[in-house]
């Protein structure tokens, strides 16, 4: 059981490049979603998805696309990268409903240090 | 905008001390509240979650203190270790139309450091 896996662990774009983030999970979860993180700004979400096929934007989605053709894979795209998507990305999943022990079981990966030049 | 705030930022704690950091969140319809703990290099860990029909929950050395009214909650690390230095981030989510739980809305984060 791996739990929430991304690839890759760092990543150096130049301006302008375009890449994808892998994120993979093997728990069944319903919930996946990107988040970036930024010194002193917490956490923030990209984008969401509820089940295969279905996405939603979040917090900060401008220069992101996601789909999600299994339940396992939530691919996070870049489309044209920039200095400002310099970040740390976490791929997270979860239960849609409350588990016997009364949690979503929240799961994150071990994040992708992304850095744009 | 932020819809959760925390504090402190930073927090320096000796060993056997207790360490507290605050959330203080807006939207009345969060129902789920969790912390996570997260050390250099690796993603966020749940550490402990309430939901608003409890004021305290506690798990070994660590609480959570609840305010419906006042809109806030705490974490409370009692007799703390250096191995509990990391960084803590409360969470706020709700389940509003039945598909919310995938949106965590996060603290901006508390550096706690647990001097020997």
């Known amino acids: 059981n791996a739990g929430v896996t991304q690839t890759p662990k760092f990543q150096v774009l130049k301006t302008g490049q375009s890449m994808t983030l892998q994120c993979a999970q093997d728990?069944?979860?319903?919930?996946m979603s990107w988040y970036r993180q930024d010194p002193g700004m917490g956490l923030r979400l990209i984008h969401y998805?509820?089940?295969?096929?279905?996405?939603d934007q979040g917090e900060v989605p401008n220069g992101y696309n996601v789909s999600r053709s299994t339940t396992e894979d939530f691919p996070l795209r870049l489309l044209s990268a920039a200095p400002s998507q310099t970040s740390v990305y976490f791929c997270a999943s979860s239960y849609r409903m409350l588990s016997r022990v009364g949690d979503y079981g929240y799961t994150f990966g071990s994040g992708t240090r992304l850095t744009v030049v | 905008q932020q819809q959760v705030k925390q504090s402190p930022q930073s927090l320096i704690v000796q060993k056997g001390g207790i360490s507290i950091i605050n959330c203080a969140y807006e939207?009345?319809?969060?129902?789920?509240f969790p912390w996570y703990q997260q050390f250099p290099g690796k993603g966020p860990a749940l550490l402990i979650a309430i939901r608003p029909d409890v004021s305290e929950k506690k798990e070994g050395r660590f609480t959570i203190s609840f305010n419906k009214s006042a809109k806030q909650f705490s974490l409370h690390i009692m007799d703390s270790q250096p191995g509990d230095s990391a960084t803590y981030f409360c969470a706020a989510t709700s389940n509003a139309g039945g598909t919310s739980y995938g949106k965590l809305t996060f603290g901006q984060g508390t550096i706690l450091t647990v001097h020997p």
């Open positions: 998805s509820v089940g295969a096929g279905i996405t």
């Open positions: 939207n009345t319809a969060f129902d789920y």
């Open positions: 728990m069944n979860h319903e919930y």
